[in-house]
């Protein structure tokens, strides 16, 4: 079964610094990517996808991820955090030819104003 | 309205009891699923139901039940709550085409005493 981990658990950054996110996933086959963030108390939204293309890949609110995959990794940054980039992120893998996401156990970020 | 709407938002209920968390979608969303969130886990597939007459277990479904009542319509009941089904719930939605990725409702807090 596919798994993925966030080594991460807790971040805590002062405004203005680069984040990035680690995220690696156990599956070797095609394997469609997914972050997603969660505001204090809300439902998870989605940030940023990745099913083929340039592995490059940008989302909403200046976030981006790249995909390498001799690496097994889809890494979340952004160059320049702000307070309200605080929530919980979480990384998440489909099969390409599935639909059934499976969640890493996500990164808590805290940014400091 | 919320696309995705969950209730109760929160609900604190005695172990032994019988529960139901209800989830109603106006996606038109033919895919729903139900997930559990605990800290440093992220988010485990309980169940998931590809159309009303097609419902299946998750990683975790031990203790629960679910209930597609209609389309737009996913119950999950707990028969006999136990503190460790202590979480934060999510349903989720998707359509037949992956690429549009999940849905969540704001989720159901429940605490088992």
């Known amino acids: 079964a596919q798994s993925v981990s966030q080594h991460n658990h807790h971040v805590i950054l002062s405004e203005a610094a680069s984040l990035e996110l680690g995220c690696n996933y156990s599956?070797?086959?095609?394997?469609?990517l997914f972050w997603y963030v969660q505001y204090p108390g809300q439902h998870l939204q989605l940030l940023l996808k990745?099913?083929?293309?340039?592995?490059l890949v940008k989302g909403i609110k200046g976030f981006e991820a790249e995909f390498i995959k001799s690496k097994f990794s889809f890494n979340l940054r952004k160059p320049s955090v702000q307070w309200s980039d605080t929530a919980e992120y979480f990384c998440?893998?489909?099969?390409?030819?599935?639909?059934?996401?499976?969640f890493g156990g996500g990164t808590r970020l805290m940014v400091k104003p | 309205d919320a696309d995705v709407t969950q209730t109760p938002r929160n609900r604190i209920t005695k172990t032994g009891k019988r529960i139901m968390l209800e989830c109603s979608q106006t996606?038109?969303?033919?895919?729903m699923y139900w997930y559990r969130q605990d800290p440093g886990l992220g988010l485990r597939l309980i169940y998931y139901?590809?159309?009303?007459?097609?419902?299946n277990k998750g990683e975790i479904s031990d203790g629960y039940s679910v209930s597609r009542q209609a389309q737009a319509k996913f119950s999950l009941s707990l028969e006999s709550a136990i503190p460790n089904q202590t979480a934060l719930y999510f349903c989720?939605?998707?359509?037949?085409?992956?690429?549009?990725?999940?849905?969540f409702g704001s989720g159901t807090r429940l605490t088992v005493v």
């Open positions: 989720a939605t998707s359509p037949l085409d992956r690429n549009y990725g999940y849905t």
């Open positions: 139901s590809f159309d009303v007459k097609d419902i």
């Open positions: 996606k038109g969303h033919d895919r």
């Open positions: 990745y099913f083929s293309g340039d592995p």
């Open positions: 599956y070797g086959g095609t394997v469609n």
């Open positions: 998440a893998v489909t099969l390409h030819a599935g639909n059934m996401l499976t």
